[in-house]
């Protein structure tokens, strides 16, 4: 259907079927981009998440090795505590916990600012064997947050 207008005396065409696709161009077009800001937003999350993970999987493999340093420390020291039943108090300025320590095995436990580690030292009973440091490092302790706990374990034979 088409009806003419008068306008300043000219007159001009105006076409009813056409009404509208000003409105339909401008309601995709606002799709398309809103559709693409949700695509980067949640690759952007996920990255972020990962990132948080990798940070920490760090720290739970630091309080790890920290542990089998510490384990490695005190039973390469002198008076190993590892001969007797006993855990020295701390292993280069690290507070050691002791969660038990019956020989062969010996249970301990040590804090480094939120993460902590607890490690497993077995001793042989014979001559020939060898010793086993086994040490579970996590990225929280105390998970009174209700973060994501992360473990690394590290085992050490010699």
């Known amino acids: 259907m088409i009806t003419k207008f008068k306008n300043k005396n000219k007159y001009t065409?105006?076409?009813?079927?056409?009404?509208?696709?000003?409105?339909?161009f401008v309601i995709i077009l606002s799709t398309i981009i809103l559709s693409i800001t949700f695509g980067i937003s949640n690759i952007a999350l996920k990255?972020?998440?990962?990132t948080v993970s990798g940070a920490d999987s760090n720290n739970a493999f630091f309080a790890s090795d920290a542990g089998v340093e510490c384990a490695l420390y005190l039973d390469r020291s002198s008076a190993s505590p590892f001969v007797t039943d006993g855990i020295p108090p701390d292993c280069a300025n690290i507070h050691v916990n002791n969660i038990s320590s019956v020989f062969p095995v010996f249970d301990f436990q040590i804090d480094i600012?939120?993460?902590?580690?607890?490690?497993?030292?077995t001793k042989p009973t014979d001559p020939t064997g060898f010793t086993q440091i086994i040490s579970k490092g996590y990225n929280y302790c105390n998970?009174?947050?209700?973060?994501?706990?992360?473990?690394?374990?590290?085992?050490?034979?010699?």
Request: proline fraction near 0%.
């Open 13 to 24: 065409k105006h076409d009813s079927t056409k009404s509208g696709f000003v409105l339909l």
């Open 113 to 121: 600012g939120s993460s902590c580690a607890k490690i497993k030292v």
């Open 47 to 50: 990255e972020v998440l990962l």
């Open 143 to 158: 998970n009174t947050f209700g973060h994501n706990v992360v473990e690394r374990v590290l085992e050490v034979n010699y």
